[in-house]
């Protein structure tokens, strides 16, 4: 399948998106892989894979909107973690002003 | 009721009925059978529903009775909320116990709430000038001047001290019909981009990631009976959320005025809409 979604280029509030480190993060312990998550995700963040025994991945991280932690409120045995907002915009704010003093 | 959650729920309705005699259980069985036992009272009561698990057995037998709960408890909502996990036995130890008294009490409270409290007036809307676009079906327009946007699409319209939040017009498309919303605390703080209450669609769940730091004053109650207010007039009537700012300078820095909000809006429509067209013609071939 082709790209529809070019991560190289994408940005968020100015700064590239691949500079801000915001995705879910499955804890293994609690994740029981009913996969709620993928299938409510429109983004293609997770993935399955069938063979292996971890049976779900975040496949594509960047996809993940900034912000949004949508999925985890889907998730029942609340497996899924995120980035601190707080500290995910003081970051957003130091990259821009970083940019700017280019 | 085979899970813990689930005995968690039945405790707090029968903790309900316990406090407030006037309140009525319905047997989940019988009203899944149709009986025409509940006929004239689920028409006229205010029902809540109690769902122990994400199945949400309770508010889809109210729904299938064409009825919207009043208030609907999510029991891992609140396991999360109060901190307390849920026990894997069936018999629930004392701090399971706690927290459906915890939820037992928040429900009074709100019932004594919507008893007492008068409803406030709502704010007075006039017309406001729109950028607007047109793509395939689709109408989209975002107000010129006076709202703030963050780049997941939510508003705020800041009045002195206080401002309004809602969702962008490009949101209420993408979600499409809104079925039901979920308001933070009144007194409730937040940061900017922190959640801020939910809402559920015919397609999906979502936060509102809040524009805006501040403190929760005051709720579009319409939308409790409304919800479709938020489709038919996002940045009026389908307000969400009134705030108290804290430092709406500082909120600024991340947020984009109505015409830079417009480009990146078309930005992201027209972007879909390739996406789309690639889908398409990648199943033609």
């Given amino acids: ?102 | 009721m085979d899970k813990s959650l689930g005995v968690i729920a039945r405790s707090i309705a029968l903790k309900l009925i316990e406090k407030r005699p006037e309140i009525q259980l319905i047997c989940p069985v019988l009203l899944n059978t149709g009986d025409e036992k509940y006929e004239n009272f689920i028409e006229s009561a205010k029902i809540i529903a109690i769902d122990g698990c994400m199945t949400r057995c309770a508010t889809k037998l109210v729904e299938n009775r064409e009825k919207k709960p009043f208030k609907r408890i999510f029991i891992p909502d609140m396991s999360k909320k109060y901190g307390i996990k849920p026990t894997k036995e069936l018999t629930l130890n004392e701090e399971n116990e706690k927290l459906a008294e915890q939820i037992m009490e928040e429900i009074i409270k709100e019932l004594e709430d919507v008893d007492v409290k008068k409803v406030l007036k709502s704010p007075k809307f006039e017309a406001i000038e729109f950028f607007d676009i047109t793509v395939d079906k689709y109408h989209f327009n975002v107000p010129k001047e006076g709202y703030y946007f963050n780049e997941n699409d939510y508003w705020i319209k800041p009045e002195g001290k206080t401002a309004l939040l809602g969702i962008s017009d490009y949101l209420q498309n993408a979600a499409a019909d809104i079925l039901f919303v979920e308001f933070p605390e009144i007194g409730s703080e937040m940061e900017q981009f922190d959640d801020a209450g939910s809402f559920e669609s015919s397609k999906t769940v979502l936060q509102l990631i809040s524009p805006g730091t501040g403190k929760t004053i005051r709720v579009n109650k319409a939308l409790e009976n409304n919800p479709e207010l938020m489709n038919q007039d996002p940045y009026q009537k389908g307000w969400f959320i009134e705030i108290e700012l804290k430092n709406f300078e500082e909120d600024k820095e991340l947020l984009l005025n109505g015409p830079d909000y417009f480009e990146y809006m078309k930005e992201k429509i027209m972007k879909e809409k390739n996406a789309l067209e690639q889908i398409r013609s990648e199943k033609d071939v």
């Fill in chain 1, 1 to 102: 399948m082709s790209k529809i979604y070019d991560a190289e280029k994408e940005t968020f509030m100015g700064v590239p998106r691949k500079r801000i480190p915001w995705w879910p993060t499955i804890d293994y312990d609690k994740c029981n892989f009913c996969m709620d998550c993928d299938k409510f995700c429109p983004h293609n963040v997770f993935a399955k894979i069938d063979d292996e025994k971890q049976q779900l991945i975040v496949k594509n991280p960047y996809n993940c909107v900034v912000f949004c932690r949508a999925c985890a409120k889907t998730c029942a045995p609340d497996a899924l973690e995120f980035p601190e907002k707080s500290e995910t915009s003081k970051l957003i704010k130091k990259l821009r002003s970083e940019s700017l003093g280019d």
